[in-house]
């Protein structure tokens, strides 16, 4: 649609009226300069995508996924729903690095999924639970399944500056998930992992600890050494093969028919990335050729003249329609070049414009009706598919809010004053716990729903950011007052009922 539009713009009405091309040299420009086919999208794949996502490979094929879940397993283990737990961590520090929820999804949740379903939790809570914990991976510091060093070049920014913008909103993210998985379990009582089930720590350190190497080699070439992000992904990939060959993993040590099958599945990941990258520069050099990102720019604004918010709604939803079933690299890239410079020139602030899309993207792995994450997962639980999608948009909610927060209140992106920063994270992860207690129903014990509802109202008058709305702190204060005392009411109600509990118990005896 938009190579048909260099040849066709000129003839358009209004505001989408764009500058008559020549058919020869407009051929000739987007296929062979270096702003278009061979632009910046490509160059960045494949200089430094490519690398990250062999990295993935590699740690795949060595054990790495296997390690982290029994890691996750020793640690978790033997806290309630344990098992939920450790899908979480694991599938979180796994899908840092995989570059897609669907294959995260697939690696981690073959042991996770069945762990789950054995302690108690229904399918479609397992899946959801595995399909959220490997989307939120994609959002996790320091590699973002590689978006975090497209951003940093897109946006000309120092990639810690990107890390650190991505920090707070992760751990929101992942906390709202394991609050939930947490209140799951304490509400149908399910028990911690059995015994036998829970690996020793120091067995699991030792059997893996140097899987840990290829990361400490990952951040000491990017922030010490100062080396690009394709050199520090080489060296750390090659870290990768040099301690799995040396030490191996459970006694199987690296081999040459390994390091060939990363090599050939990286190349098959890579490719579609790389077709997308390509396409994308075209549409960044068609943008810009015709003056069609000018005018797209002024409908965006003309929509949202009257509201900001009604701008972003239909943000939000155009991401979600464009990033269905695509890795992330190229969610975000093809995002990155449609949508968030418009915001930009709106006013956004740049990262907040960036991550916005970059985390609406990411939601239409979870989000029916192509929530392919979502839908991986329901095929290990045995779960009816749009059960577990929606099921997972409950798990994930606070990625569906998150980004109108951090776009109003750049705060929670670590910019602005250190005072404003310090109150939003506090009032954020205040916000994220009691809002998930009320859509899980369930703190101290089960809760009525005029209890859930004020639960999650008192949330988010908590997540509102103070510095970006009238009366914010107010706002706030009345978020806080609500929450201690909904919390107090169910604490006292909940105490009552165990000592009537206990006093009935006795009285049998």
Partial sequence: TFFAYVFIGHLMPGMLEGKEQKFVRAIAELGVTNVAILGLPTKIIVLTVVLFIWMGQLLLHTGASEWFTDLASAIMGRSRGGSAKIAVVASGLFGSISGSAVSNVASTGVITIP???????DAKTAGAIEAVASTGGQIMPPIMGAAAFLMAELLELEYTEIILSALIPAALYYLAVFVQADLEAAKNGIAPLPKDRI??????LKEGWFFVI????????LFWMNMPPQESAFWAAISVGIVSFIFGYKGHRLNFSQIWDSIANCGRQSAEIIVIGAMAGIIIAILDRTGLGQALTLILAAVGEDSLFLLLILTALVSILLGMGMPTSAIYLLLATMIAPSLIKLGVNPIAAHMFVLYFGLMSMITPPVAIAAFAAASLSGAKPMETGVTAVRMGWIAYVIPFVFVLSPSL??????????????????GVWIASCGLIGYLFGPLSSIMRLLFFLSGILLLLPADAIPNGLLINAVGLVLAVVVVMKDLAANKDKRKAAKAAAMADE
């Avoid at 290829?214 to 070439?221: A, N």
């Fill in 115 to 121: 762990l789950m379903r054995q302690a108690g939790y």
């Fill in 199 to 204: 690996p020793p720590l120091l067995r699991v």
């Fill in 214 to 221: 290829p990361y400490v080699v990952l951040i000491y070439t």
């Fill in 413 to 430: 992106l670590c910019q602005g004053e250190l005072s404003d920063i310090i109150i939003a994270t506090i009032t954020a992860f205040a």
